[in-house]
């Protein structure tokens, strides 16, 4: 089929296929034009896929807009140089992949640009969850590492996220020096094959011994003893949704000798993810195969992290069906075990000025999105609240600047945890042990999960949460979200789901506003596209455009009014403004 492609977009095509050494991604593009698919070529060229502050992530495809062989060697080549310029020869990296397409040959890549400019590899054979590689990176001392991974995204994506030596991910000026230099890659760019790079010793193939630190560094946080003594009390069913999660979790199983069951049809690691729409274990529909193994195992909690096992979610029994928790919901059980766990409480006192033999100040972190019921259970122990923007490299710089002796825990409302500062990012494997600890503990004195909770909403008052998702794919999308933005800027509601507002931060602008008086502060966070609105009776908005996904997304986290009203009248008249906030949210994006 003759297309008619314009000049501009032509020229870019031309260039791509000089620069790819990709028979697949070459054979793509060829497909893409014989069938006269001027769309697709259109979303594929008009713009250039971009390495932001912490990585890349993109529809796998032939294109500048797209990910490919083409964008990881520059990717790799920038990097590279990057590091050569702060290390020289002495520069090592670790990598890692998940399950996905293409992870395990554009690890390969990477490792083949790295190598051919005299860096030394540490790379994972097989696919290891992103906690491991930031734990990896730590324990050997290397200077940077990589993770092939779109965490939780559809099928059709992958990405790449670059770490510095802490364990995290990049932040400036390491970022932005690694964007520059990627910006002046010049193809074509150098590789040697993999089998060269183990001739010269610079790549070193990890394995079992690797996996059992990490291992040995997860059963640090539990009490391993109390699991095996009362393994017998609690049947868990758990899907790695066609992810990395599995090796680890049944090795854990075998060594604390619980009774794990794993979800059969999603056990083995697949790219195409071919039982869910999205591997993500926010998304209920994920949990489905795994709530019917449970319910005909009889199990008491359903365990499911994502492709790269960074996130964990859960469901608990709660009569003949399950209850999926959110995100929210497990970081505050979470927080109140540990802080009981570790007898916080004690060292608060220290804080408050009881004892005399403080040597640091508890504290725990977590994002400006993340429910206030966690900020109160903190509080309640003494425990100060850290706040960031959503994202674990905004944790763990926290975490740096705070130092680690402190640290109780830290979490994000999008089912990401971190229990344990010897890893820099959020871990669903160490996260899940933790969970199959509180879950056992509370069965031993007779009550479950969700009974916890309702203490913890007893004696801090109920918190609800709820998300809206605007998705926009495309070049088109990012203008629609772009223009949700402004309009939201320039022309702010007055109210939200009945509820007036009185005040308005705008982290892109730096400030907050008084609605009713016109008075500004500065608000003491970096700056950023968040918009939160701030409503009577302590009620927040917060709106925000996804980095890493084509979504804005939409926070409402709300309370009851009255702390000592019945918890079933709490929870419909909070219920009722949720629902109201939710309609008025689709308007705004419909």
Known sequence: METNIPNELQSKIDEYQIRE???????RLTGLIQRGDLNELKESFTESLEFGTGGIRGIIGPGTNRLNNCIVEGIADGWGRYLISQYGDKAKVVVAYDSRHFSQEFAHTLTEVLVAKGITVYCYPHPRPTPQLSYTIRQIKAHSGAVITASHNPPQYNGIKIYWSEGQQVVPPHDNEIIKCISESVYPITRLPLDICRQRGLLIDMGDAEDSLFRDYVCSQVNTTFLKEHSSLLKIVYTPLHGTGNAHMHALATRCKLNLIAEPSQSEPDGDFPTVAFPNPEDPKALVNALETAKKAQADIVIATDPDADRVGIASRLGDDFVLLTGNQIGALLLDFIIRKKNIKKTAESALG????????????????????????AQAAGVEVVKTFTGFKNIATAIEEKGTEGFVFS??????????????????????????ELAMSLKNKGIGLLDQLETLYKTHGYHQEHTINGVFEGVEGKKRINDIMIQLRHSPPSTFATQAVLG????LKGSMVDTRTGEQTDLSMPKGNVLIFHLEGDNKLCVRPSGTEPKIKFYLLFRAKRDDADLAVQRIEVGKRI????????????
């Open 504 to 507: 308005i931060s705008d982290f």
């Open 354 to 377: 009881t004892r005399t033999d403080l040597i640091y100040t508890p504290y725990f972190i977590n994002t400006i999105v993340t429910s206030e019921l966690q900020d109160r259970i």
């Open 21 to 27: 050494t990709s028979a697949y991604f070459r054979n």
């Open 411 to 436: 979490g994000e409302e999008s089912y990401g945890y971190l229990p344990d500062t010897r890893v820099r990012d959020k871990d669903g494997i160490s996260s899940a042990l933790l969970i199959i």
């Open 579 to 590: 629902e109201k906030g939710t309609r008025e949210v689709e308007q705004w994006i419909a």
